[in-house]
């Protein structure tokens, strides 16, 4: 019998397909500190708890497909202290941001059709490209330049007549790269001269550094039936597993599709979104505070790396990754497994995520890793020193091989 060509086709995960060795690693008595998923360790909110703990219906019975209309309504609450206006309608509860991704994929594009990505980006869009059969049109930024947009030149090239739409992060994972308005500006004229949809993935919005401010596409003007974000409280609220997410969009088409979608996956899950709308209540000191203490991280893991002068970092202004950039490295994979397989520093190690699975370029990324700063300061500072040694001792090496 044989799978399916999507089967076949579709991405294992850079973050994850280490686990194995990670495990063996952990059987051997070696301490590993995961810098490779996203995985907070800020405490969830209590308020998000008690609130799911205090459900007290005999039933938990289905919801309503585009999600409660409290949880929109808190939503529409949240975005208006951004002075954003939108209204109950123009959201959509999915499950997780991930669900959110797939169904604005298949809302824009038909099979064969096209979405243009910066690159290096999360990896699952590859994966959401295949299960919507689209293909993933990659962008190309640089370590050197921030992972900045590129010359609009660089943008043009990328369209064909199958091209449906343009997708960015921002605050970008897993480079930490946060666009500046003009940008933004520069890919609204971009989609209304080829008549694209924009859909930004937002998960991160909080998540900015040194007093900048988020800009959401939803504040650009002109081409506000363009625009689908995708959103999370997964980060926002330390909650990843509770998968909720959603889509945004003040185009009505856009928003009645993405429903008959919701309506056959039936509906979202009811007692996270009850704990969401005690979240979204929360008042922005949270945030403030959330915000100070991914940024002592960021500050540490950065000064570490930049003792290397053979590593390339430009300062990530946001999220909480940075791709980094290694002379010496020519192959990541072969790097990552070596920290977990044959390296350690007084029993401990490092898992990182090899880069090029963050890029649909072939062979792009080699010789660069994503890190996560979710851990506390001084596992962060251990974590480098731990980090760097097995670097030094990779390269004197020159490779396993």
């Known amino acids: 019998m044989q799978l399916s ?14 686990a194995p060795l990670a495990n063996a690693a952990r059987a051997r008595g070696v301490r590993i500190y995961n810098l490779n998923i996203g995985q907070p360790d800020v405490p969830t909110p209590p308020e998000f708890l008690k609130a799911v703990t205090a459900f007290s219906e005999p039933v938990l019975a289905y919801g309503p497909s585009d999600g409660l209309p409290e949880l929109r309504q808190a939503m529409v609450e949240y975005f208006r202290r951004y002075e954003i206006a939108l209204e109950p309608r123009d959201i959509l509860i999915a499950n997780g941001g991930s669900e959110a991704i797939l169904f604005a994929f298949n809302v824009v594009a038909d099979q064969g059709q096209e979405i243009i990505i910066p690159e290096p980006f999360y990896t699952n869009y590859n994966g959401y490209a295949e299960m919507a059969n689209l293909k993933v049109v990659p962008v190309r930024t640089r370590a050197e330049d921030g992972f900045h947009l590129p010359p609009d030149a660089a943008l043009e090239k990328a369209v064909t007549p199958r091209t449906r739409a343009m997708l960015i ?9 946060v666009l500046a308005w003009e940008e933004l500006e520069r890919l609204a004229a971009f989609v209304k001269r080829h008549d694209l949809f924009l859909i930004a993935d937002e998960v991160y919005k909080e998540f900015t550094y040194g007093g900048a401010r988020h800009r959401s596409v939803l504040e650009l003007a002109g081409i506000e039936d363009r625009v689908i974000v995708v959103d999370s409280i997964s980060k926002r609220f330390s909650a990843c597993g509770a998968r909720v997410g959603a889509v945004i969009s003040r185009n009505r088409e856009v928003m009645a599709a993405t429903l008959k979608f919701g309506q056959a996956r039936l509906c979202p899950p009811t007692l996270e979104q009850l704990g969401a709308v005690a979240a979204y209540q929360l008042p922005e000191s949270y945030f403030d505070a959330v915000r100070a203490e991914y940024q002592r991280r960021r500050e540490v893991m950065f000064e570490a790396l930049t003792t290397d002068p053979d590593i390339v970092l430009r300062k990530p202004a946001g999220a909480f990754y940075m791709i980094v950039k290694m002379a010496g490295v020519a192959d990541s994979d072969d790097f990552a497994r070596f920290l977990l397989e044959d390296f350690h520093l007084d029993g401990e190690t490092v898992m990182v995520a090899p880069a090029g699975g963050f890029y649909a370029t072939p062979g792009a990324g080699t010789d660069e890793v994503r890190m996560a700063y979710v851990l506390e300061t001084p596992k962060i500072a251990r974590a480098m020193q731990v980090f760097l040694a097995g670097l030094e001792r990779y390269r004197t090496a020159g490779s396993r091989s």
């Open 169 to 177: 992060c921002s605050p970008n994972n897993p480079t930490g790269t």
């Open 5 to 18: 060509r999507r089967a076949e086709a579709i991405q294992e995960s850079p973050i994850r397909k280490l």
